[in-house]
């Protein structure tokens, strides 16, 4: 197997271990802040930084009208704000708000167990995955 299949294969296992082990979490973020889980998404991506409209929508893989949706409905319940980018003034650029950002940090707070097919792995690997993991983590 090559490099680059290997890597893609790598990558495609990490994805569906995440994938199939992360709805009950969600499930307790949707009841946690009473919003669709798309919203969240678009929530985390702006905790990183202020982004366009343009960009919000590449970062949660969303198209644009979706994008317009779920930012227009967070603004309504205060969580972002719209303003005038300074490098560009025919944009806007969102942010969060106070609430918005406090709403976030409540979502880190809760709680999000290791499923049983990590759990259950000998400390050793846990620590290899963890360094490997902390290699490609961004930020």
């Known amino acids: 197997m090559s ?18 082990n992360r709805d009950a979490w969600k ?10 889980f798309s919203r969240v998404r678009v929530l985390r991506r702006l905790a990183a930084r202020p982004m366009t ?3 919000i929508a590449k970062a949660a893989s969303m198209d644009a009208p979706a994008t317009t949706v779920a930012v227009n409905d967070l603004q309504e319940r205060g969580l972002v704000i719209r303003e005038a980018d300074p490098t560009n003034r025919r944009s806007k650029l969102i942010s969060l708000t ?15 167990p290791a499923p049983g097919v990590i759990a259950e792995l000998p400390v050793s690997e846990l620590r290899t995955l963890q360094r490997i993991l902390g290699k490609v983590r961004p930020g």
């Not at 499930?27 to 669709?36: A, D, K, N, S, Y």
């Open 3 to 20: 490099d680059a299949r290997l890597a893609d294969d790598v990558w495609r296992t990490m994805a569906a271990v995440v994938f199939d």
């Open 27 to 36: 499930r307790t973020v949707i009841e946690h802040t009473g919003l669709p």
């Open 53 to 55: 409209a343009k960009e």
């Open 98 to 112: 106070a609430a918005g950002r406090e709403l976030i940090d409540s979502i880190s707070r809760l709680d999000d």
